[in-house]
């Protein structure tokens, strides 16, 4: 079956550096989505790798291994700001998007 | 107004009782998407529409019940729901189908179902 694994919850300290991890399975591939949801708010698009590599936008950076299904988020300089859930979705051969139940990111002074 | 908007955003009612979501979006785009959201669970996408034609139904209950009339609105009608329906209801938009693309979400209508 399609799975992606992401962990429930992190706790970061304000400043610091922080890597969201996300697997995947799926039958065929079309990129990979980072979406941040904030409490009570609507998911915003964070980033889409369809290519193997890093890509960088600001604090935040989106890296893909399609050979080991794999995505990683990371923020760097965190601010209170970014405590928020951070979803995974994966696109497969249909298109269809796969989610994670997301990763509840808290950070701390 | 810009962006996707929903209505009501919060939402209590019976299991009897009839209502709607209402889900408008200002940005031009021709599909649109109702997603369920349950608390530490993946979003689960239940109706897709693409230039106010259904797409997919993946599934949902008979008691939910969507409408397009046209690209920019989208409906989903609820009657006799069961309490495991209460969640969050998120509305999305896209330019097109093709999933590479980036999803447009409001910010959703909580349903509670006592």
């Known amino acids: 079956g399609q799975n992606i694994d992401q962990p429930t919850e992190m706790t970061a300290t304000e400043g610091a550096i922080v890597q969201i991890n996300c697997t995947y399975q799926t039958s065929g591939f079309n990129g990979l989505f980072w979406y941040q949801q904030h409490a009570g708010e609507a998911p915003t698009f964070l980033s889409y790798?369809?290519l193997d590599g890093l890509e960088e936008k600001g604090r935040f950076s989106s890296f893909l291994s399609r050979s080991k299904g794999y995505s990683y988020l990371l923020l760097k300089e965190l601010q209170m700001k970014d405590s928020a859930s951070y979803l995974c979705?994966?696109?497969?051969?249909?298109?269809?998007?796969?989610w994670g139940a997301g990763t509840k990111l808290i950070i701390k002074p | 107004e810009t962006g996707v908007t929903q209505t009501p955003r919060h939402l209590v009612m019976g299991m009897t009782n009839k209502k709607s979501l209402k889900c408008e979006q200002h940005l031009g785009h021709n599909a649109m998407y109702w997603y369920k959201q349950s608390a530490k669970k993946p979003l689960e996408l239940m109706f897709v529409?693409?230039?106010?034609?259904?797409?997919e139904n993946n599934s949902v209950p008979s008691r939910f019940s969507p409408e397009c009339p046209n690209s920019s609105h989208l409906f989903l009608h609820l009657h006799t729901l069961q309490p495991e329906d209460s969640a969050l209801y998120l509305c999305?938009?896209?330019?097109?189908?093709?999933?590479?693309?980036?999803?447009?979400f409001g910010e959703g209508s909580r349903l509670t179902v006592l």
């Open positions: 529409y693409n230039f106010k034609e259904q797409t």
């Open positions: 979705a994966a696109s497969d051969s249909n298109y269809q998007l796969i």
């Open positions: 999305a938009s896209s330019q097109g189908l093709d999933y590479t693309g980036e999803l447009f």
């Open positions: 790798n369809v």
